[in-house]
Antibody, heavy 122, light 107 residues
Framework: AVQLVESGGGLVQPKESLKISCAAS????????MYWVRQAPGKGLEWVAR??????????YYADSVKGRFTISRDDSKSMVYLQMDNLKTEDTAMYYC?????????????WGQGVMVTVSS | DIQMTQSPASLSASLEEIVTITCQAS??????LAWYQQKPGKSPQLLIH???SLADGIPSRFSGSRSGTQYSLKISRLQVEDTGIYYC?????????FGGGTKLELK
């Protein structure tokens, strides 16, 4: 079964950095695009970033709200995807979900992790 | 950026009732539209992809349709377990955008 397990969340101060991780299993990780989606407390879903596969040059894409501050990366040898978050703002406070697709839903977030909470506060 | 206007924001319906939720895209997105259900404290669950295709394991009472740039999610006979918040997502172009959500409750 597909499993996505996020880790690394916590409480940080504004302007600080944090790197969250997602460990993937149950599928051929190197063939899958990976996505991060976040949800602020009591709010809706917001797509954050995505990273494509090696044949697609590991291309990355970001929401305007995080562009220039967040960096998505992956390590296919470890089946891990990361989100480096720099210059954090209070509005980045959210549950961060790691997601991916399956062979029938290419390009659509299908499988989701349980999420990791990031709180930005002084 | 493509805007996804979802309506209604909240909805109260009775058991076995037919429920329809819509998302209006600000421009053509083809069939690059998905629907999700989220229950309190849980991760979202994919219901519909490619505007009309039912995801694996999802009951057939859920269906998706498209008319131009308006997309609809229909629940044919509302069940207790269908309560939650529903979101649409367009992945036609970057940045991907979600609708604002529809909170569905039982009357």
């Amino acid at each position: 079964a597909v499993q996505l397990v996020e880790s690394g969340g916590g409480l940080v101060q504004p302007k600080e950095s944090l790197k969250i991780s997602c460990a993937a299993s149950g599928f051929t990780f190197s063939n899958a695009a990976m996505y991060w989606v976040r949800q602020a407390p009591g709010k809706g879903l917001e797509w954050v970033a995505r990273i494509r596969t090696k044949p697609n040059n590991y291309a990355t894409y970001y929401a305007d709200s995080v562009k220039g501050r967040f960096t998505i990366s992956r390590d296919d040898s470890k089946s891990m995807v990361y989100l480096q978050m720099d210059n954090l703002k209070t509005e980045d406070t959210a549950m961060y979900y790691c997601t991916t697709h399956n062979i029938h839903t290419t390009g659509i977030p299908h499988y989701w992790g349980q999420g990791v909470m990031v709180t930005v506060s002084s | 950026d493509i805007q996804m206007t979802q309506s209604p924001a909240s909805l109260s319906a009775s058991l076995e009732e037919i429920v329809t939720i819509t998302c209006q895209a600000s421009q053509d997105i083809g069939n690059w539209l998905a629907w999700y259900q989220q229950k309190p404290g849980k991760s979202p669950q994919l219901l519909i992809h490619s505007a009309t295709s039912l995801a694996d394991g999802i009951p057939s009472r859920f269906s998706g349709s498209r008319s131009g740039t308006q997309y609809s999610l229909k629940i044919s006979r509302l069940q207790v377990e269908d309560t939650g918040i529903y979101y649409c997502l367009q992945r036609y172009s970057n940045p991907w955008t979600f609708g604002g959500g529809t909170k569905l409750e039982l009357k």
